[in-house]
């Protein structure tokens, strides 16, 4: 269905430019993304940042790639968070990025982008 890619580089624009730690595309719209030296150009369908140490780092993640994502059109965004070993899901509801689920360890992570994938948080942290 798609390609997972573990820490790549997404290009929007000359001063929109961010390393997210993964991302999925789907084989239909990863060809739209990649340029001819094989960057990201576009909005994957999912992007997945853990936050790194830091208020900065943190303030980073949550608000200012948030943003980002949200207005250049990617449908989900998972924020791990390996402190408090728990996940935010925002997904694309009208027009932009709401959070719509914190998954702690009894919880299950799913998506409807990727309709096979089923993931028990706690399996995430140990």
């Known amino acids: 269905m798609g390609q ?3 820490a790549p580089g997404i290009i929007f624009g000359d001063n929109d430019n961010v ?3 993964v991302v999925w595309a789907s084989n239909e719209r990863l060809p739209l993304l990649l340029d001819e030296a ?4 576009g909005a994957p369908e999912l992007v997945i940042e853990v936050l790194s140490a830091g ?3 943190e303030k980073r993640d949550r608000e200012l790639k948030l943003k980002l994502y949200s ?3 990617v449908r989900e965004y998972w924020i791990v968070d390996w ?3 728990q996940v935010e899901v925002y997904r694309r509801e009208q027009a932009s990025l709401k959070l719509v689920a914190t998954l ?3 919880d299950e992570l799913n998506s409807s982008i990727l309709p096979d994938f089923n993931c028990a948080i706690a399996s995430l942290f140990t």
């Open 55 to 57: 208020i900065e780092n």
């Open 38 to 41: 094989g960057h990201l150009t």
């Open 4 to 6: 997972v890619v573990p």
């Open 19 to 21: 390393i997210p730690d």
């Open 104 to 106: 702690f360890n009894g």
């Open 83 to 85: 402190r408090k070993q």
């Open 71 to 73: 207005a250049r059109g």
